[in-house]
């Protein structure tokens, strides 16, 4: 699943992986780590061509010559080595740093000169054929972890410990200006920590800057001015970034495993990769634009396609926090409703809005399309239910009865004359969408009930609730057939697999749960989520799960092995729903960052 956007796995070094490049004419790659060798790669095999070994340390940089004639590679043992990429020999070693060297770049086309900084606090500039350092620029307090020259030479950007982004003058070696906004706290004595840069570039053309740092953020900034034009938001630390080579796009890479795609223009999350098992330390664009490679301490390279989007579009148009999503039985149409009380219809091809249903009084819990698609229920904290035409938009009637509010809506029968519906008020209530009575009313949580859901043959019902179980309930007697319980938080969600044989359930413990419907027996617990499960799912063969997290994620589950296939992430806010398509093909989340988004499942 997903597999598509992911194009290679490199595995050879044994242990964390800390710098990754591509050669200018994107035939190979090279690498560095912990385990102090420099390995080259075939970037269309994936081949492992040769493995430099000199340093003595771990290696932290590497970097092509502008020609492709050498490679250079900056180690913890305080040198630097620049090697024949034809041969493999170490042609050079450079010496001077008095600590780590953190990042290597070249300055001249012919790789003739070199860029270095260091944990010394120094960035140094090298004559890489007769060895010497020709110029040293001190300027930061403390070390120093990245440095960049721009496109026409004459000017370096470089980040460190200090908190701050540094422009250099390239010939005289003077600091022309200081960014400073990524946030810095200070220790007991005054230090600053947990906001150093660890990774700085010049765009294409030499207008912007963009930095990241440890306060989980990357920031673009005018290189004239120095002002922050745009901030974008990883959930941890982030290690790397890059410019695509059309200056278009940013790619970053970091401590919460993902490697993320943005739009260079306004900031927009355009892309989430996943697949890392550990921080990602660093990411590169190749020469072309099209494919992405990140190296990761869990020892391997990744290459990964860049013109594929897993998430396939960002829906746009509410106001405030989205809190629930549904697909059309025929895939066409998207429903979404939140907190700015509006339910708003989609066309799910297109990502445009065709229809905004204005009648609840508050914010608006549930969606549920009638298996024939011919109306639309929505649930909402004014304690209604309101029933629409799709074809119209038209509300053709407004269920009164819940004493709190709606939470959860879901049709019984195929034409959409019967409807469940569960509140705050510890009950679920069946209602006769024709007539608008309620006639059943379910009693036995001791809590809000959360969530409802119904058998593919209509005869049964699932509920959930803060009391920490799992209800289920015969649709036509209304007497509750099994209490399943094994949560040790509230339950948020449930849903029924296609067949009827299995009960999902999610929770404010953080875990997903299966059960058997027929035994009531618990046959699996999902953990992967690291905050509050909101909402799961069941695809429409049944072999799949997918779940929404207070986390910002999307996970999805293969059901028989109880494993977490994909996480998926972009959302910047808590993800409050989530549904596959009725062909299986895609999903849709919501969030309370106003959005909605359809992601590739195929």
Same mark, same amino acid.
């Given at each position: 699943?997903?597999?598509?956007?992911?194009?290679?796995?490199?595995?050879?070094?044994?242990?964390?992986?800390?710098?990754?490049?591509?050669?200018?004419?994107?035939?190979?790659?090279?690498?560095?780590?912990?385990?102090?060798?420099?390995?080259?790669?075939?970037?269309?095999?994936?081949?492992?061509?040769?493995?430099?070994?000199?340093?003595?340390?771990?290696?932290?940089?590497?970097?092509?010559?502008?020609?492709?004639?050498?490679?250079?590679?900056?180690?913890?043992?305080?040198?630097?080595?620049?090697?024949?990429?034809?041969?493999?020999?170490?042609?050079?070693?450079?010496?001077?740093?008095?600590?780590?060297?953190?990042?290597?770049?070249?300055?001249?086309?012919?790789?003739?000169?070199?860029?270095?900084?260091?944990?010394?606090?120094?960035?140094?500039?090298?004559?890489?054929?007769?060895?010497?350092?020709?110029?040293?620029?001190?300027?930061?307090?403390?070390?120093?972890?990245?440095?960049?020259?721009?496109?026409?030479?004459?000017?370096?950007?470089?980040?460190?410990?200090?908190?701050?982004?540094?422009?250099?003058?390239?010939?005289?070696?003077?600091?022309?200006?200081?960014?400073?906004?990524? %946030?810095?706290?200070?220790?007991?004595?005054?230090?600053?920590?947990?906001?150093?840069?660890?990774?700085?570039?010049?765009?294409?053309?030499?207008?912007?800057?963009?930095?990241?740092?440890?306060?989980?953020?990357?920031?673009?900034?005018?290189?004239?001015?120095?002002?922050?034009?745009?901030?974008?938001?990883?959930?941890?630390?982030?290690?790397?970034?890059?410019?695509?080579?059309?200056?278009?796009?940013?790619?970053?890479?970091?401590?919460?495993?993902?490697?993320?795609?943005?739009?260079?223009?306004?900031?927009?999350?355009?892309?989430?990769?996943?697949?890392?098992?550990?921080?990602?330390?660093?990411?590169?664009?190749?020469?072309?634009?099209?494919?992405?490679?990140?190296?990761?301490?869990?020892?391997?390279?990744?290459?990964?396609?860049?013109?594929?989007?897993?998430?396939?579009?960002?829906?746009?148009?509410?106001?405030?926090?989205?809190?629930?999503?549904?697909?059309?039985?025929?895939?066409?149409?998207?429903?979404?409703?939140?907190?700015?009380?509006?339910?708003?219809?989609?066309?799910?091809?297109?990502?445009?809005?065709?229809?905004?249903?204005?009648?609840?009084?508050?914010?608006?819990?549930?969606?549920?399309?009638?298996?024939?698609?011919?109306?639309?229920?929505?649930?909402?904290?004014?304690?209604?239910?309101?029933?629409?035409?799709?074809?119209?938009?038209?509300?053709?009637?407004?269920?009164?009865?819940?004493?709190?509010?709606?939470?959860?809506?879901?049709?019984?029968? %195929?034409?959409?004359?019967?409807?469940?519906?569960?509140?705050?008020?510890?009950?679920?209530?069946?209602?006769?969408?024709?007539?608008?009575?309620?006639?059943?009313?379910?009693?036995?949580?001791?809590?809000?009930?959360?969530?409802?859901?119904?058998? %593919?043959?209509?005869?049964?019902?699932?509920?959930?609730?803060?009391?920490?179980?799992?209800?289920?309930?015969?649709?036509?007697?209304?007497?509750?057939?099994?209490?399943?319980?094994?949560?040790?938080?509230?339950?948020?969600?449930?849903?029924?697999?296609?067949?009827?044989?299995?009960?999902?359930?999610?929770?404010?413990?953080?875990?997903?749960?299966?059960?058997?419907?027929?035994?009531?027996?618990?046959?699996?617990?999902?953990?992967?989520?690291?905050?509050?499960?909101?909402?799961?799912?069941?695809?429409?063969?049944?072999?799949?799960?997918?779940?929404?997290?207070?986390?910002?994620?999307?996970?999805?589950?293969?059901?028989?092995?109880?494993?977490?296939?994909?996480?998926?992430?972009?959302?910047?806010?808590?993800?409050?729903?989530?549904?596959?398509? %009725?062909?299986?093909?895609?999903?849709?989340?919501?969030?309370?960052?106003?959005?909605?988004?359809?992601?590739?499942?195929?």
């Amino acid at each position: 699943m997903f597999s598509s956007f992911f194009h290679g796995l490199l595995q050879g070094h044994s242990d964390s992986v800390f710098s990754v490049a591509y050669s200018p004419d994107g035939s190979k790659l090279v690498s560095g780590g912990k385990d102090s060798a420099v390995r080259v790669w075939d970037a269309t095999t994936g081949e492992c061509t040769a493995t430099l070994q000199g340093h003595t340390n771990q290696v932290n940089s590497v970097a092509f010559s502008p020609d492709g004639s050498c490679l250079a590679s900056g180690s913890t043992d305080k040198t630097i080595r620049i090697w024949d990429t034809a041969t493999g020999e170490c042609t050079v070693t450079l010496k001077g740093h008095k600590n780590r060297v953190t990042c290597v770049t070249f300055i001249s086309p012919d790789g003739s000169k070199l860029l270095s900084c260091s944990a010394d606090s120094a960035v140094r500039i090298w004559d890489t054929i007769t060895g010497p350092c020709t110029t040293t620029l001190d300027g930061h307090g403390r070390s120093i972890n990245c440095v960049a020259i721009s496109p026409d030479g004459q000017r370096l950007v470089s980040g460190g410990h200090d908190g701050s982004v540094c422009i250099w003058d390239a010939a005289t070696g003077k600091c022309t200006a200081t960014f400073e906004g990524h %946030p810095v706290s200070v220790d007991s004595e005054g230090i600053p920590s947990d906001a150093h840069i660890d990774s700085v570039a010049f765009s294409p053309d030499g207008s912007r800057v963009v930095s990241c740092s440890a306060d989980s953020t990357v920031r673009i900034w005018d290189a004239a001015t120095g002002e922050c034009t745009a901030t974008c938001y990883h959930t941890s630390a982030v290690n790397s970034v890059a410019f695509s080579p059309d200056g278009s796009k940013l790619v970053s890479g970091g401590w919460d495993r993902t490697v993320r795609v943005w739009d260079a223009a306004t900031g927009g999350c355009i892309a989430t990769f996943t697949g890392h098992s550990l921080a990602v330390s660093s990411v590169a664009f190749s020469p072309d634009g099209s494919r992405l490679l990140s190296g990761s301490i869990d020892k391997t390279v990744r290459i990964w396609d860049a013109t594929k989007n897993p998430c396939g579009a960002t829906q746009q148009g509410h106001t405030d926090k989205v809190t629930c999503v549904a697909f059309s039985p025929d895939g066409l149409t998207l429903a979404s409703g939140g907190h700015e009380v509006r339910v708003r219809l989609w066309d799910a091809a297109k990502c445009e809005c065709t229809a905004a249903l204005k009648g609840h009084g508050s914010a608006v819990t549930s969606v549920a399309f009638s298996r024939d698609g011919s109306r639309l229920a929505s649930g909402s904290t004014d304690h209604t239910v309101r029933l629409w035409d799709t074809a119209t938009g038209e509300c053709t009637a407004t269920l009164k009865g819940h004493r709190s509010n709606v939470t959860c809506v879901a049709f019984i029968s %195929p034409d959409g004359s019967k409807l469940a519906v569960s509140s705050q008020d510890k009950t679920v209530r069946i209602w006769d969408a024709a007539t608008g009575a309620c006639t059943a009313t379910l009693e036995g949580h001791s809590k809000a009930v959360h969530c409802v859901a119904i058998s %593919p043959d209509g005869s049964k019902l699932v509920s959930c609730s803060g009391d920490q179980t799992v209800k289920v309930w015969d649709a036509t007697t209304g007497e509750c057939i099994a209490t399943l319980e094994g949560h040790t938080e509230s339950v948020t969600g449930v849903a029924l697999s296609p067949d009827g044989s299995r009960v999902v359930s999610c929770s404010d413990d953080s875990t997903v749960r299966i059960w058997d419907a027929a035994t009531g027996e618990c046959t699996a617990t999902l953990k992967g989520h690291t905050d509050k499960v909101t909402c799961v799912a069941f695809s429409p063969d049944g072999r799949r799960l997918v779940s929404s997290s207070k986390d910002k994620s999307v996970r999805v589950w293969d059901v028989a092995r109880g494993e977490c296939t994909a996480a998926l992430r972009g959302h910047t806010g808590d993800v409050n729903s989530v549904a596959f398509s %009725p062909d299986g093909q895609r999903l849709v989340s919501c969030s309370s960052d106003h959005t909605v988004r359809v992601w590739d499942a195929a």
